[in-house]
Structure formats: C-alpha cells, structure tokens
C-alpha cells in the first residue's frame, strides 16, 4: 500500500490535521490573549513615542499595535487614507486560473471558484490588509470537513498582540498558547500577511510608525489651536468700576465680565462699565494652525496613497489629478499582487493539498482589476499584421475584446462582400500620371499575382498568349539555351522570395499611393543576396560556355 505523503508548509513542518478545525487562538478574557486593549497615546510625548517604537524593534510589539489602534480611532484622516487603501483593493473581483486544461486542473480550480462566491469574502479581505497599516496581520483558518471534505468555513482576524517573534530574527511569528507559552504557527493553521511599506523587520514596516509621528505633532497643534481659540476668538471683556464702589460693587462687576461670553447678558450698576477690547492676529494667528495641520494631513496623504489630490483640495487642474490618481493605481496594483500571492501560498495551496494531496501545479488565485483594451488599437495591428501572415486565434481576441464565443445558431456579424464595380462603369484612359479609375478600387493584393506571371517564376499561371507561329516553340538544346533554362531554375526561388516580400505590401497596403510609399521606405532591406550569387554563377557560366563554343569553333 502507497504511503501517504506527509504534508510540510513554507517553513518545511509537519501538518496536524487534528487540530486544524478548532480554534486555537481565540480571545480569552481571563488569559494571555485580552481582548482589552492599553492606551499609549494618551498623553503622548516624543520621548514616550520613541521608547514604544525601540521596544517594537526589539520584539516587543504590544505598545506599538495599541497606539496604531488609536490613532485609527481618533485621526479621521490617517482613518480615511487608510481605509481607501484597503477598501480599494478588498473589493476588486477575485479570479481564479486553472493549473492547465486538464480536466483534474479544471476541477480544483472550479471548488476554489465557488468557495470564493461567499458573502463574507470582501470583509474577510479587508481584515487580512490590516496588515498595510500595523505591517503585517494574522488570520486564523477554521477549516471544515462536515461534508467529508476539507474547505475553509471561515477567515477569523486575530489581533496582532497575541503574536511574537522569533528574538533569533525578529521574522519568524510565534502565537501565545494558552498557557502563555510562544509556539510556532500551526502549519495550514494561519494567513501571515506582510505588506511592506519599507523594508525590514515586519515591526519596523507598517505605516502606522510615521503616522504617529505625524498624529502626535498635529495633537500638539490642534491642542495649541484650541487654546489660542478659546483665548483670543472672543473679545477681551474689561469692566470698570468707580473710586467709590464697595466690594460687593466689584464682586458683582467681575461675576458679570466673567459670565457675559457664556450667558451673553449680564446686569451691572449705572455708574459701572464694561470695555471689549478685540484682538488683531486672531485672524493670522488661526490660519497658521490650520495650515499646520493640512501640511501633517497631507504627509499622511503621501506616505498611505503615494499622492494627495484624491484626498486634499490643490491646485492644479484635471492633469494633475489624472496623474496622482495613477499614482495611487500603482499602489493599489501592488497591493492586489502581494494579497494575491499571500493567499495562494496560504490558503490555496494548503486546501488544495488537504483536498486533493500535493500537486505538481496548482490554481492561482488573481485579485486585479481588468485592463481596458484598446479597441481601435487592436483593430488597426490585426489589420495590418494578419495580412502579413500573422496567426492569430479568433478566440483570443474575443476575449481581449470582450466578447464571447458565438454560441450556436445564434445570429452574427461577420464581414460583408465587396460589392461589384457598375457595369456600365466608364472605361476613360487615364491622363499621364494618374492611376487608371478603374484600378483605384481593385484589392492590391490581386497585382501580386500578375508581378509573378510577368516574370515567369515557377508555380504560378501564365497569362493567355497570342497564337503564332511562335506558340508552343521550346528551347534548343544549345548550349545558350541550356544556361538560359538552368538559370530560371536556379534564379526562380530567389526572385519568388523577393516577390513574397513585394506581395506581402502589396495585400497589406490599402492603395497604389500608400504601396509605393512602402516600397520605397522598405526596398533598402529587402533581401537580393541570393539573387546576386545566381546572377554572378550563371555570368561565369555563361563566360564558360562562350570560350567552350569559341575553342571549338576555331578547332
């Protein structure tokens, strides 16, 4: 009896299939893996933000991924970018390409096809590409076997702090057990997806490190606005009391200057006053904040979208934002690639190999939006290369088209017939220079056939000669006539190569006017190489014969 293979993941261990239907995991309330998370930020200083960044360089990540967290919650910009970046790839459609045609091959990728129709799918996506801001995710796989086969019931998120690194690197994740213990991933247990946003160590890739940087400079600022506001966006209220006013006078006054940007009203005595004295920079001092914080917003912009005109009002017209979003297209192309490949490396080919046993091919998961063809491109190179002998299949370019296979007995277009010229046409000789009316219209291609019957060259009908005493005469057996005969052999395949090349402008040309241009540009390379060897042999095979002849004349 065959031995079962044993099936090895990408870091070359064992799978346990035992345990691949529970969860393993989970979030434990009273455990190692909280769900309650810290919160880092508040009261962030430089110096508190540097030491939680060098205790995520040193395997220590749980602070860095808390404040990630929060800055999520509370900068609607850094939440906006973000979530465009990874909104706009989770939701393009998911293709699936079959190993090869075989009908095996077909079968596997058809299962991946139908698994892939699940509601769930985008949201499942969306958290896998948590991964873009914090650098890298985990996804837990609940595998299912209810049917007596295996398939994934369900992509489960789990939150990044219950995982550590190996210290050996800092690059091989380990997940808390329950007894708090660091273990290896389970093979075909886990989607461990990186996005890089710089090279490193996957602690020291994510976007969420120059994010904080830049929310904790903008807190500064809004926190200085606020104040500034709160300062100088009201007038100054003085009150003025006289020499002779008791202390009860003066308390009264001050409640009244005190309260009146609050309650808008106040009561004071006759002989009391009070002055709003209204400061001059409100104005300058308020729009330096605000810039500010535009400035921070769109350092964000340019490190989570590459760009800034799909998410800030700036100058520069419909070219501009042509060009930033084709920024931001080569990003969300980058990340459908790397998604693409993460899954087909964790979660296809592990299922496959559950499902079906190791394969030498498998099916490949695509996540990219379809290139829009060019039409009219299209068209003009299949007019002009298929003439020239390019084969093409039919079918591909339907689909490069768009359109499907013609289905059977169903009506379609196809290319009309020509229509025949009137017969009462004009048949006017044309004036010295011009092209014969009557040719304009005739296919080009057809003239190839009378350049090969002009210069008699093998495998092609003469045209109908005149009846004489000439007809039918055949050469001599002279000498001359031997070396005449040889040579339309011998010259024959080289004069037809040239020709085929002369033929294939004419049937791709459209009018006399646009072949004589072709024929000029191209006559320089055609090739006349073998012609000339013929000509040279037969010119001293010809000069052989000439002294052979004199010889024995004079003998």
């Given at each position: 009896?065959?031995?079962?293979p044993?099936?090895?993941?990408?870091?070359?261990?064992p799978?346990r299939k035992?345990?691949l239907?529970?969860?393993?995991?989970g979030?434990?309330l009273?455990g190692?893996?909280s769900p309650?998370a810290g919160t880092?930020?508040d009261g962030?200083t430089p110096v508190?933000?540097?030491s939680i960044?060098?205790e995520?360089?040193h395997?220590e990540?749980?602070?860095?991924?808390?404040?990630a967290?929060v800055?999520?919650?509370?900068?609607?910009?850094?939440l906006?970018v973000?979530?465009?970046?990874r909104?706009s790839?989770s939701?393009?459609d998911?293709?699936v390409?079959?190993?090869s045609d075989?009908?095996?091959d077909v079968?596997?990728a058809d299962?991946?096809?139908?698994?892939?129709?699940?509601d769930?799918?985008?949201e499942e996506l969306?958290d896998?590409l948590?991964?873009?801001g914090?650098g890298y995710?985990f996804?837990?796989i609940i595998?299912?076997t209810?049917e007596?086969?295996?398939q994934?019931q369900r992509l489960?998120?789990r939150?990044?702090r219950w995982?550590?690194?190996?210290?050996?690197d800092?690059?091989?994740?380990?997940?808390?057990?329950?007894?708090?213990?660091?273990?290896p991933?389970?093979p075909?247990?886990?989607?461990?997806a990186r996005?890089?946003a710089?090279?490193g160590?996957p602690?020291?890739?994510?976007?969420?490190r120059?994010a904080?940087?830049?929310?904790?400079?903008?807190a500064f600022?809004?926190?200085?606005?606020?104040?500034?506001t709160?300062?100088?966006?009201?007038p100054?209220r003085?009150?003025k009391?006289?020499a002779g006013?008791?202390k009860e006078?003066?308390?009264t006054?001050?409640?009244?200057?005190?309260n009146?940007?609050?309650?808008?009203a106040?009561?004071?005595s006759?002989?009391m006053e009070?002055?709003?004295?209204?400061?001059?920079?409100?104005?300058?001092?308020?729009?330096?904040?605000e810039?500010?914080?535009d400035?921070l917003d769109?350092?964000?912009?340019k490190a989570?979208?590459g760009?800034?005109?799909?998410t800030?009002?700036?100058a520069?017209?419909?070219?501009?934002?042509?060009?930033h979003r084709q920024?931001?297209e080569?990003?969300?192309?980058a990340?459908?690639?790397?998604?693409?490949?993460i899954?087909?490396?964790?979660l296809?080919?592990?299922w496959?190999?559950?499902e079906?046993?190791?394969?030498e091919?498998y099916?490949?998961?695509v996540?990219a939006?379809p290139e829009?063809?060019d039409?009219?491109t299209?068209?003009?190179?299949l007019?002009k290369?298929?003439?020239l002998?390019?084969?093409?299949?039919a079918?591909?370019v339907r689909d490069r088209?768009g359109?499907s296979?013609?289905?059977e007995?169903?009506?379609?277009?196809?290319?009309?017939?020509p229509q025949?010229?009137?017969?009462?046409?004009?048949?006017?000789p044309?004036?010295?220079?011009q092209?014969?009316?009557?040719q304009?219209d005739?296919?080009v291609k057809?003239?190839?056939?009378e350049?090969?019957?002009g210069l008699g060259l093998?495998?092609?009908?003469?045209?109908?000669?005149?009846?004489?005493?000439?007809?039918g005469?055949?050469?001599g057996?002279?000498?001359?006539?031997?070396?005449?005969?040889?040579?339309?052999?011998e010259?024959?395949?080289?004069?037809?190569a040239?020709i085929?090349q002369?033929?294939?402008?004419?049937?791709?040309a459209s009018s006399l006017d646009e072949?004589?241009?072709?024929?000029?540009e191209a006559f320089?390379?055609?090739?006349?190489s073998?012609?000339a060897?013929?000509?040279?042999?037969?010119?001293m095979a010809?000069e052989?014969?000439?002294?052979?002849?004199?010889?024995?004349d004079?003998?």
């Amino acid at each position: 009896m065959a031995k079962t293979p044993t099936l090895l993941d990408q870091w070359g261990r064992p799978v346990r299939k035992a345990v691949l239907t529970e969860e393993i995991s989970g979030p434990t309330l009273a455990g190692v893996r909280s769900p309650i998370a810290g919160t880092p930020a508040d009261g962030l200083t430089p110096v508190r933000l540097a030491s939680i960044l060098r205790e995520a360089d040193h395997g220590e990540a749980v602070r860095y991924l808390e404040l990630a967290e929060v800055i999520e919650e509370r900068d609607p910009h850094y939440l906006g970018v973000l979530g465009t970046r990874r909104r706009s790839v989770s939701q393009i459609d998911v293709t699936v390409e079959a190993a090869s045609d075989a009908a095996r091959d077909v079968e596997i990728a058809d299962m991946v096809r139908d698994w892939l129709e699940r509601d769930e799918l985008q949201e499942e996506l969306f958290d896998i590409l948590d991964s873009i801001g914090k650098g890298y995710s985990f996804t837990e796989i609940i595998w299912d076997t209810s049917e007596g086969q295996w398939q994934p019931q369900r992509l489960e998120w789990r939150d990044p702090r219950w995982f550590r690194w190996e210290q050996r690197d800092l690059t091989t994740p380990l997940y808390l057990a329950d007894d708090g213990t660091r273990q290896p991933l389970e093979p075909f247990k886990y989607i461990f997806a990186r996005m890089k946003a710089k090279s490193g160590i996957p602690a020291r890739s994510g976007l969420a490190r120059v994010a904080a940087w830049g929310w904790m400079f903008k807190a500064f600022t809004q926190r200085d606005w606020a104040i500034f506001t709160q300062t100088y966006g009201q007038p100054l209220r003085v009150g003025k009391y006289g020499a002779g006013s008791s202390k009860e006078d003066r308390d009264t006054l001050f409640r009244a200057v005190a309260n009146i940007a609050g309650d808008c009203a106040a009561i004071i005595s006759q002989s009391m006053e009070i002055e709003f004295v209204e400061s001059k920079n409100v104005g300058p001092g308020s729009d330096l904040y605000e810039k500010r914080s535009d400035w921070l917003d769109r350092q964000i912009s340019k490190a989570v979208l590459g760009q800034t005109a799909t998410t800030d009002a700036i100058a520069g017209g419909h070219a501009v934002g042509q060009e930033h979003r084709q920024v931001q297209e080569d990003i969300e192309r980058a990340d459908a690639k790397a998604l693409s490949a993460i899954l087909n490396r964790d979660l296809i080919r592990p299922w496959v190999d559950l499902e079906y046993g190791p394969q030498e091919r498998y099916p490949r998961l695509v996540i990219a939006r379809p290139e829009v063809e060019d039409i009219g491109t299209l068209a003009d190179a299949l007019a002009k290369l298929v003439p020239l002998g390019l084969k093409v299949q039919a079918s591909e370019v339907r689909d490069r088209a768009g359109f499907s296979d013609p289905e059977e007995n169903s009506e379609v277009l196809g290319a009309t017939t020509p229509q025949n010229p009137p017969p009462n046409a004009p048949n006017t000789p044309p004036e010295p220079g011009q092209v014969d009316p009557s040719q304009q219209d005739r296919p080009v291609k057809h003239f190839s056939g009378e350049i090969k019957r002009g210069l008699g060259l093998p495998g092609v009908t003469a045209a109908p000669q005149a009846e004489g005493p000439s007809a039918g005469k055949k050469s001599g057996g002279s000498p001359q006539d031997l070396l005449t005969d040889r040579m339309e052999i011998e010259a024959g395949p080289e004069i037809a190569a040239m020709i085929d090349q002369v033929e294939a402008m004419l049937s791709a040309a459209s009018s006399l006017d646009e072949f004589r241009s072709m024929l000029l540009e191209a006559f320089p390379s055609i090739d006349s190489s073998g012609l000339a060897r013929v000509m040279a042999a037969g010119m001293m095979a010809a000069e052989a014969a000439g002294r052979t002849a004199l010889e024995a004349d004079s003998g």
